[in-house]
């Protein structure tokens, strides 16, 4: 079975984050990194439901943020 997370990762100013990094909540192993959209909609499947960790990260300058734990949806 195929699961999905998705989600939006802006600046303040509305602009997308240059990528979001994916990590196993309870490892924190790597488990993808994503460009988001130009709106800074992402989207990746991964292997089972989770939970995972997103880390928001740039462009240079800006300071990561990171949302968890958040689960998958079947996809």
Same mark, same amino acid.
């Given at each position: 079975? #195929?699961? =999905?997370?998705?989600?939006?990762?802006?600046?303040?100013?509305? %602009?997308?984050?240059? *990528?979001?990094?994916?990590? &196993?909540?309870?490892?924190?192993?790597?488990? #993808?990194? =994503?460009?988001?959209?130009?709106?800074?909609?992402?989207?990746? %499947?991964?292997?089972? *439901?989770?939970?995972?960790? &997103?880390?928001?990260?740039?462009?240079?300058?800006?300071?990561?943020?990171?949302?968890?734990?958040?689960?998958?949806?079947?996809?």
């Amino acid at each position: 079975m #195929a699961y =999905v997370l998705s989600g939006r990762a802006t600046l303040g100013s509305g %602009a997308a984050v240059t *990528r979001v990094a994916i990590f &196993a909540w309870d490892t924190l192993d790597r488990v #993808a990194t =994503v460009i988001p959209d130009s709106d800074g909609e992402w989207n990746v %499947a991964v292997l089972r *439901r989770g939970p995972y960790c &997103a880390l928001a990260v740039g462009p240079f300058g800006y300071q990561p943020v990171a949302d968890g734990p958040i689960v998958a949806v079947e996809g």
